[in-house]
């Protein structure tokens, strides 16, 4: 068995939660589930000190080579990967999801997946294999397949999402941040990872349940 991880990036404030991806990987492990982490081959939206927190103006950084820092050594781009090779997709999540996988930043509510992505979970859902969803990634794979399938349900802690899971008339079930919510019909499970919990242990907890079940899809 093995699974593609989507990255967009490397650090949170402008790619992939590096805790979460970790974690993934470590997960996977533990259900002897293995692993290639993909990334598309693009410039990203843009680049963070991460020790400052802001804005650095005029550096460009590539998301496939950003994410190579957390990519294991054999890192796919996005435009190589083949559904085939695989048996599940998993997207980490950070704030890459919003900038680099989509137009979030910008455009919130009324977002749009960018095409490369949006592909990806289509031809996953559509080969009817299991698609994991980290943290924000969820709001990936909800706008994705809403133009292909109805009565979407995901699991979510709060209010987190709520007008945009109302807009896309997605059911929402609360969870806590050491759990998964799994849609059996459409082959999705989700776990809140960081906007449930900051305790590692309890995100690994979570992540363990959501690949138990993706095993069972």
Do not use: W
């Not at 404030?13 to 990987?25: K, M, P, R, V």
């Not at 692993?35 to 550096?59: C, G, T």
């Not at 909800?142 to 399938?149: H, N, P, Q």
């Amino acid at each position: 068995m093995k699974y593609a991880v989507l990255l967009s990036g490397s650090g949170i404030g402008d790619g992939s939660q590096i805790e979460e991806a970790i974690l993934t990987y470590l997960a996977l492990e533990q259900n002897k589930i293995d692993y290639v982490p993909i990334a598309p081959n693009r410039e990203q939206y843009d680049v963070i000190n991460h020790f400052s927190e802001k804005i650095v103006s005029l550096e460009k950084r590539n998301i496939l080579i950003e994410s190579a820092r957390i990519g294991k050594g054999r890192i796919l781009p996005l435009e190589d990967v083949n559904v085939d090779d695989f048996d599940g997709l998993i997207i980490v999540g950070g704030m890459g999801v919003y900038k680099n996988l989509s137009n979030f930043m910008t455009e919130k509510n009324r977002f749009r997946v960018f095409s490369d992505v949006d592909y990806l979970i289509k031809s996953f859902y559509n080969s009817k294999k299991p698609i994991g969803a980290m943290c924000a990634s969820v709001i990936l794979v909800v706008k994705s397949l809403v133009d292909v399938t109805t009565d979407i349900s995901v699991g979510m802690v709060g209010k987190t999402f709520k007008d945009l899971f109302s807009l896309l008339g997605i059911n929402v079930e609360q969870i806590k941040g050491d759990e998964a919510y799994n849609d059996f019909e459409n082959k999705l499970s989700n776990t809140p990872a960081f906007l449930g919990t900051r305790n590692l242990e309890e995100i690994l907890i979570g992540l363990n349940k959501m690949l138990h079940a993706m095993k069972l899809m």
